[in-house]
């Protein structure tokens, strides 16, 4: 069955970087897109950007264009998210999410990043 | 890019419908049927309801109907019920170099 599996949560200092990884299983990885999406405490999703394991393909949120880096790995089937500069307000839950064919049908289980000195 | 405009709250009684609006732009909604709605619980990841407008994944309830006229998509609950109580997001492709774009949420109530 299709899977996508988050690396745990990590504590971070103001001004540091965290790589969020999404390990896929049950499914031909290459061929998909991935998104990856945000929610702070008590607040509504907020879209991150997107990248394609079929041909490297990436495109970033205008709000998280100078922060943020995705990749992939399609020797191991993961994606990653690294957000850099972290500030308290990037505290939230990090979800990635299959883009089959404009959908997102498969959601991680999210990656909570406190961000706290 | 701005995000998709939804209706902050939403609320009906049991057996009721709803409907959730999502209002985007003719570079978004507009031009693509590529449009996808989600359910969230509290705690718990997004789960596909919708997808290309109107179709439903496999399992979801026929409850559930998402339909789109111009810059606006819409989702509907019919026969409203407890279990039906949650976050609903849209999302859509769209021209601008983020790809794809999410709304702002809404907050269903059954009375």
């Known amino acids: 069955q299709v899977q996508l599996v988050q690396s745990g949560a990590e504590v971070r200092k103001p001004g540091a970087s965290v790589k969020v990884s999404c390990r896929a299983s049950?499914?031909?990885?290459?061929?998909?897109?991935v998104g990856w999406a945000r929610q702070a405490p008590g607040q509504g999703l907020e879209w991150m950007g997107w990248?394609?394991?079929?041909?490297?393909?990436?495109n970033y949120a205008e709000k998280f264009q100078d922060r943020v880096t995705l990749t992939i790995d399609t020797s191991t089937s993961t994606a990653y998210m690294e957000l850099r500069n972290l500030r308290s307000d990037d505290t939230a839950f990090y979800y990635c999410?299959?883009?089959?064919?404009?959908?997102?049908?498969?959601w991680g289980q999210g990656t909570l990043v406190p961000v706290s000195s | 890019q701005s995000a998709l405009t939804q209706p902050a709250s939403v609320s009906g009684s049991p057996g009721q419908s709803i409907t959730v609006s999502c209002t985007g732009t003719g570079g978004d909604i507009g031009s693509y049927g590529h449009v996808s709605w989600y359910q969230q619980h509290p705690g718990k990841a997004p789960k596909l309801i919708i997808f290309d407008v109107s179709n439903r994944p496999l399992g979801v309830s026929h409850r559930f109907y998402g339909s789109k006229s111009g810059n606006t998509a819409s989702l509907t609950i019919s026969g409203l019920q407890t279990e039906d109580e949650a976050d609903y997001y849209c999302i859509s492709l769209t021209t601008s170099t983020s790809h794809y774009v999410l709304g702002t949420g809404t907050k269903v109530t059954v009375l």
């Open positions: 990248i394609s394991a079929y041909n490297g393909n990436i």
């Open positions: 999410a299959r883009d089959a064919n404009h959908r997102f049908d498969y």
């Open positions: 049950g499914y031909t990885f290459s061929v998909y897109g």
